[in-house]
């Protein structure tokens, strides 16, 4: 294991328009020769969101999606089935 990361990723509460502003200033830091169509469905999505065009769900699906196929997203990631619903492991 790298000793630089750590061994249970940890989970923090989000903040109010946090989340979103946060996974666009990551995906602007993306580079440029892997920037694909997820890519950019997600950041049109999280832009979207934060001049309130595209609702803050969708733009987290969006992310989300970015990430499962960049190979991010961690294997226990909980994601909600739908509004509301439970939530279940996001198996890669």
Known sequence: MDRLQFEVPVRIA?????????????????????????YQAAFNACFGATVDI?????AWRAFMAFCRVSGLLARDMMVPRKRGGEARVLRA
């Open 54 to 58: 595209v609702e803050t769900e969708d």
């Open 14 to 38: 989000p903040v109010p328009g946090q989340p979103v502003e946060q996974a666009l200033d990551f995906l602007q830091t993306w580079p440029v020769r892997r920037k694909g169509p997820t």
